[in-house]
């Protein structure tokens, strides 16, 4: 069937799907996150010996939160027929609007929190055992802080280098106010650097491989998907696209144990906002209790307090765990590439394919195809998470 003649026939459903695009181009949550005097206020936490409680600026909204919420529920999903997808766009819609209310708090304390939890969840029992038992190996044969440092603009290089193996066109900045290494800004297909990094040759290749080689692989597949809510993103796609990113540093031979200690991190200060801790509580957690120099702690910290208490982190080491197993299982990875989509959906992506509302994915992360991964230690950890 044309796509013209596919058009017609699910005209309600791309009319939804257009509208809710118009909606949610605001709703870039990481836009909002990231605090912009981050570099002052890291200044003031370490002349204070770690005992300064950080006080982060953000970025103002650029939207009315209850004018897009009545808008979005304000959709006729009754006009969908087929349940799957009806449903799909329910929840999309619940997905989108828990994202305004993240929005609309940031920077307000446990409020905050709580719509992070309700958007990201918290970890479990079982990530938290799966967390300390990465800690217990040891790193000590691969020493990242020996190797030669490379600065933004050269990372900048080496991003358009890398980039050369997909034929898509994407933006590069280099920013001050970023919590991360480099992250990608899925509506404007932008990677960000920070400024201030030093990247070694190894997280180059990490960065790389998750940032352009799924990330990127994903924005762009997703836009040329007939509806647009593939590019927009599933409901909880972050587990199921991080956990994409990071089998791709694996299947690329450039995951370290270091990085899936950092991941851990990761877990055990998410869970200590559970627990009440405060920013200096968890970085001493870090620091002191569990020896990650100053710069590391500091980073995990600010990534896991930001805007009031952002849980997203702990979602990495679940999501790798899952995508391993079903890689390890033979199952299909090009369905997991078709967008920012999610494992629970693939019987409804599997459904659109099928009636001509979804293709196959354009690009394919080339890790994947050439798997130059080369480390038992590695195998045996992702084969023993629980």
């Known amino acids: 069937m044309s796509q013209t003649k596919i058009t017609e026939e699910f005209q309600d459903l791309f009319d939804i ?40 600026k ?24 087929n349940d799957d997808i009806r449903q799909l766009y329910e929840d999309i819609i619940y997905e989108y609007s828990g994202l305004i209310e993240c929005i609309e708090t940031i920077g307000k304390g446990r409020k905050f929190y709580f719509n992070s939890l309700k958007n990201f969840g918290t970890p479990t029992e079982k990530d938290i055992e799966n967390a300390k038992f990465i800690l217990r190996f040891d790193d000590s044969e691969f020493d990242e802080e020996m190797l030669p440092m490379y600065n933004a603009a050269e990372a900048k290089d080496y991003f358009d280098d890398f980039s050369k193996r997909y034929d898509f066109k994407y933006n590069i900045k280099v920013s001050n106010n970023l919590s991360a290494a480099a992250m990608v800004l899925n509506n404007t297909q932008t990677l960000v650097l920070r400024k201030s990094q ?14 352009i080689g799924v990330h990127m692989v994903t924005t762009f597949n997703g836009l040329d998907q007939p509806l647009k809510v593939f590019s927009n993103g599933f409901p909880n796609n972050v587990e199921t696209q991080e956990g994409l990113a990071v089998y791709s540093e694996f299947m690329s031979g450039c995951l370290t144990i270091e990085r899936l200690k950092e991941l851990a991190f990761r877990v055990i200060a998410v869970d200590s906002l559970n627990k009440g801790y405060s920013f200096t509580d968890t970085f001493h957690l870090l620091h002191s209790q569990h020896k990650l120099n100053r710069e590391k702690a500091f980073g995990i910290t600010l990534r896991v307090h930001r805007g009031g208490g952002f849980t997203k982190d702990h979602l990495y080491l679940r999501g790798l765990s899952k995508i391993y197993k079903y890689a390890q299982q033979g199952k299909d990875l090009g369905v997991l ?14 459904k659109l394919q099928d009636i001509g509302l979804a293709v196959q994915p354009k690009y394919y992360t080339d890790a994947y195809v050439e798997n130059n991964n080369v480390n038992p230690n590695l195998d045996f950890i992702l084969r023993s998470l629980k």
């Open 17 to 56: 799907d257009s509208n809710l695009n118009r909606l949610v181009r605001n709703i870039e949550l990481l836009n909002y996150i990231n605090p912009l005097n981050i570099a002052s206020e890291k200044k003031k936490f370490y002349s204070s010996k770690f005992n300064y409680e950080p006080q982060f």
């Open 58 to 81: 953000y970025p103002k909204m650029k939207f009315n939160g209850y004018k897009l919420h009545r808008l979005f529920f304000s959709q006729r999903l009754e006009r969908i027929e």
């Open 198 to 211: 030093k990247y070694s040759k190894n997280q180059l290749k990490v960065l790389t491989n998750h940032e």
């Open 337 to 350: 590439l078709t967008g920012k989509v999610t494992l629970d959906y693939i019987p409804t992506i599997k």
